[in-house]
């Protein structure tokens, strides 16, 4: 008689079974691609709105606090998560909604945004995310006298490693239109805050003019009245938190001097430190001569 192997039974009962292979058809292959890589894009999307993003420093305006070339992981949790801004490969605008943060941006960050437009226009003709330095805060008061930067009349210092050029002349500022300042004297300027009153008149109106329209809002005058969404008025109520930026590289630095106040929704986060450093302008098809301008001094410098 044969020995029943209760190990053997017990293994066999709870043995998953092998299914069959079957061999997918190239179409069946394909749409499995599809979706792996659909579902990588949606995770990619999600980290890169929710948490972390990274983010290639352009230009030099904020040298030598950062670099032209350097590549940045942005925390983006601090000042409230997103859903996706945009999509990924093809930088194309998602509209998207913004998740209460830790805390608002203040004076001192250096902060990620959404770049508002230039002066003159309501929206800016391509998505941007531009890099300053936050130096004055919803209900601030700045003005900059023979470059120095005063913050309700209080001198806020050219950061550690902010620099001026002195060889570059005082051009002249662009916003709001129709004034005589400079990047080097300008102001003062007080920064609009959630619940301000802003009095209208004929001589301002048209300083107010894409502000009033970037709150979403129609503007229009027929030389006596000013008419907001068509209804007359002397007052505009503002319906948001805004910041100042500029340049720690002050006299190359194309910053809210020139373009004006930024939404506190716009700003999407603040760097953390460099993990990758190298020349912007040398092309990869030079690939050697890319990996040999490699700034290893700079990879892991903390921004502050």
Same mark, same amino acid.
């Given at each position: 008689?044969?020995?029943?192997?209760?190990?053997?039974?017990?293994?066999?009962?709870?043995?998953?079974?092998?299914?069959?292979?079957?061999?997918?058809?190239?179409?069946?292959?394909?749409?499995?691609?599809?979706?792996?890589?659909?579902?990588?894009?949606?995770?990619?999307?999600?980290?890169?709105?929710?948490?972390?993003?990274?983010?290639?420093?352009?230009? /030099?305006?904020?040298?030598?606090?950062?670099?032209?070339?350097?590549?940045?992981?942005?925390?983006?949790?601090?000042?409230?998560?997103?859903?996706?801004?945009?999509?990924?490969?093809?930088?194309?605008?998602?509209?998207?909604?913004?998740?209460?943060?830790?805390r608002k941006p203040k004076q001192g960050d250096v902060i990620v945004f959404i770049f508002p437009g230039e002066q003159n226009e309501v929206k800016p003709d391509k998505f941007e995310y531009y890099l300053k330095r936050c130096v004055a805060s919803a209900g601030?008061?700045?003005?900059?006298?023979?470059?120095?930067?005063?913050?309700?009349?209080?001198?806020?210092?050219?950061?550690? =490693?902010?620099?001026?050029?002195?060889?570059?002349?005082?051009?002249?500022?662009?916003?709001? /239109? /129709?004034?005589?300042?400079?990047? #080097?004297?300008? /102001?003062?300027?007080?920064?609009?805050?959630?619940?301000?009153?802003?009095?209208?008149?004929?001589?301002?109106?048209?300083?107010?003019?894409?502000?009033?329209?970037?709150?979403? =809002? #129609?503007?229009?005058?027929?030389?006596?009245?000013?008419?907001?969404?068509?209804?007359?008025?002397?007052?505009?109520?503002?319906?948001? #938190?805004?910041?100042?930026?500029?340049?720690?590289?002050?006299? =190359?630095?194309?910053?809210?001097?020139?373009?004006?106040?930024?939404p506190y929704d716009n700003v999407v986060g603040t760097p953390l430190f460099v993990y990758w450093s190298w020349d912007p302008d040398i092309k990869l098809v030079h690939l050697f001569s890319k990996i040999a301008s490699l700034r290893l001094s700079r990879i892991?410098?903390?921004?502050?």
């Amino acid at each position: 008689m044969q020995k029943f192997d209760i190990k053997k039974w017990f293994k066999n009962i709870f043995k998953p079974k092998k299914k069959p292979k079957v061999k997918k058809t190239f179409s069946q292959e394909l749409v499995s691609w599809g979706k792996t890589l659909l579902w990588a894009i949606i995770v990619v999307m999600f980290i890169n709105g929710a948490i972390l993003a990274s983010f290639v420093v352009p230009t /030099g305006s904020m040298e030598d606090t950062v670099m032209p070339g350097d590549f940045l992981f942005v925390n983006k949790f601090i000042y409230g998560p997103s859903t996706p801004q945009i999509i990924p490969f093809i930088n194309q605008p998602l509209p998207f909604y913004k998740f209460p943060g830790c805390r608002k941006p203040k004076q001192g960050d250096v902060i990620v945004f959404i770049f508002p437009g230039e002066q003159n226009e309501v929206k800016p003709d391509k998505f941007e995310y531009y890099l300053k330095r936050c130096v004055a805060s919803a209900g601030d008061t700045i003005q900059v006298i023979n470059k120095r930067l005063f913050v309700n009349r209080k001198e806020f210092p050219l950061p550690k =490693h902010g620099k001026y050029d002195l060889a570059i002349p005082e051009l002249y500022a662009t916003f709001p /239109g /129709g004034n005589l300042w400079t990047k #080097d004297n300008y /102001g003062p300027i007080r920064i609009p805050k959630k619940g301000d009153v802003i009095k209208l008149t004929q001589e301002n109106i048209m300083e107010w003019r894409i502000f009033i329209m970037r709150e979403g =809002h #129609d503007v229009g005058t027929d030389g006596t009245s000013i008419y907001i969404d068509n209804k007359a008025t002397q007052q505009y109520v503002t319906e948001r #938190d805004y910041c100042w930026g500029m340049g720690d590289n002050r006299d =190359h630095s194309s910053d809210s001097r020139f373009w004006g106040f930024i939404p506190y929704d716009n700003v999407v986060g603040t760097p953390l430190f460099v993990y990758w450093s190298w020349d912007p302008d040398i092309k990869l098809v030079h690939l050697f001569s890319k990996i040999a301008s490699l700034r290893l001094s700079r990879i892991f410098t903390i921004i502050r």
